[in-house]
């Protein structure tokens, strides 16, 4: 059976209002779940709806776990700082960072952006990943939102693209890679939907 890290095509459901989700292969055979293992639980149904997640700057840590149940890495967001790649063994793989001058090439042609970069352990850039972002609209006020993006490494190489799915409590993420990304920057890239969910929750 092929491995969560040894799968090309990852799809990432949220189950609910929750920072619980389930992670599927292409073909819907399940390859291990994301959960919430650290921090304050979000708000419920309509509560969550109105008034947000209410989780505000606070630690937020995601435990993503194999088939088998056993921890493959964690994603750890907090305010203030970068969202952490963290291996099962505790040690920090990498960050995922906003890189608002990245997104600045967008102002020159009067449209929303937003780019991070993916960090090594020692804070060098490894990859890149650009979003694809669209204005939505509803009765309460207008938001811009990604519905896509493209990872990229040191060389401007596509290594990833990501589909994004937004939903009122249920977000959905499917992640393809391009070929064989080296370490670190295949887990960062395989972490990065996790991690922008939790930089927008």
Not at 98 to 110: C, M, T
Request: charged content about 25%.
């Amino acid at each position: 059976m092929v491995s969560l890290l040894g799968c090309s095509v990852l799809r990432i459901e949220q189950r609910s209002s929750q920072l619980e989700y389930g992670i599927s292969d292409e073909s819907g055979q399940v390859l291990g779940q994301a959960v919430q293992v650290a921090g304050p639980k979000p708000r419920k149904g309509l509560i969550a709806m109105f008034g947000g997640s209410g989780l505000g700057g606070a630690r937020v840590v995601v435990q993503v776990e194999g088939a088998d149940g056993g921890v493959l890495f964690y994603v750890d967001r907090q305010d203030g700082a970068p969202v952490a790649i963290v291996g099962a063994d505790g040690v920090v793989i990498g960050r995922f960072v906003d890189d608002p001058a990245g997104a600045a090439k967008y102002l020159v042609e009067r449209k929303p952006g937003l780019v991070h970069r993916l960090l090594d352990v020692r804070d060098r850039t490894v990859g890149e990943v650009d979003w694809e972002m669209k204005r939505r609209s509803s009765e309460e006020a207008v938001s811009v939102v990604p519905v896509g993006g493209v990872c990229t490494d040191l060389e401007g190489r596509r290594v990833a693209e990501i589909e994004v799915r937004e939903a009122t409590f249920k977000d959905r993420y499917t992640l393809r890679l391009e070929g064989e990304p080296a370490e670190p920057l295949r887990t960062l890239v395989l972490a990065t939907p996790l991690a922008l969910d939790l930089t927008r929750s």
